[in-house]
């Protein structure tokens, strides 16, 4: 089978294609047909070691995948040979066939397209975990997202509606927040112009209730500034490269919570809410409630035009590779 291989650290330009024999799955694992592979920005840090998980090289890349079972390993019940399946594999994914942990699958429901399916796993999975698990969003709060016309920012505007929160988008350009008002924000901020924290203040009566932070960098101290008396600022990532510094004094004078989002680790350590909260955005998917945004579709020949692209924040929604 065919294989993207990281062999040595470094950028998308290193990544090789070859031929490698498929493995057999184990105990509590399944061989799985890969027909779609979620991509996200943490591979373009992945394949550098830059990443807070390190895999033994070599390694494929792509953490959220979309296949048919093909092989079943001992001790596992839940699933047959031929079921659709969609889940998060943390690496691995970018490959023809992948051996993967069962537990970790959720089956795709009928009229659910492989590359949506693909696409829900972490970027939508992340959100829904930060926005109802961890700061309890309710309906009326004022969310305020950054990075919003990325996959996580798509996801956090879907999710942040339904939820019935007054969802801010906050981007780099006005074409991305004309993107993001497709998607149902109602209202925009662009970063690169304005100032965010003012802008936030603006829009919002007391300051914002939620800040959804996937960039870090310089923008995670002018939107905590921004933040309203018991606000909550939920730590997605550093798209921006720069983990940022934060006056504490600020959080003590809002009486603001920062909350951490570690989504990996929560779907070890709390497996039964991660598959319930994969079983919500599966049915809300199939229902039309959520309609996540293919960017592009790319070959597998194409991995380094993916990767770069997710890399200088070009991608609107999901980039998706198809073998």
Partial sequence: MRAILCKTLGGPDGLTIEEIAPDLPGDGEVAVAIKAVGLNFFDTLIIQGKYQVKPELPFSPGGEIAGVVTKLGRNVTHLKAGDRVMGYVGHGGAREEAV????????????????IAAG????????LHALKDRAHVKAGETLAILGAAGGVGQAAI???????????????SDDKLDFCSRLGAD?????????????LRALSQDGVDVVYDPVGGDLTELAVRALSWNGRHL????????????????????S??????????????EPERHRANMDQLLAWASEGKLAPHVHRRYRF?????????LARREVKGKAILVP
């Avoid at 970063?191 to 003012?198: A, E, F």
């Avoid at 020949?301 to 692209?309: K, T």
């Fill in 100 to 115: 993967v942990k069962a537990r970790g699958l959720s089956l795709i429901p009928e009229g659910l397209s492989d590359e």
């Fill in 120 to 127: 829900l796993s972490i970027t939508y999975g992340t959100t």
């Fill in 158 to 172: 879907e999710i942040g509606k339904i939820m019935g929160a007054k969802v801010i988008a906050c981007a780099s």
């Fill in 187 to 199: 209202e925009g901020v662009n970063y690169d112009r304005q100032n965010l924290k003012d802008a």
């Fill in 235 to 254: 730590v997605i990532g550093f798209a921006q490269g720069e983990i940022p510094k934060l006056p504490l004094n600020l959080v003590l004078l809002k």
């Fill in 256 to 269: 603001a919570n920062i909350q951490g989002v570690f989504w990996g680790a929560h779907t070890e350590r």
């Fill in 301 to 309: 020949e194409e991995i380094a035009d993916a990767l770069g692209a």
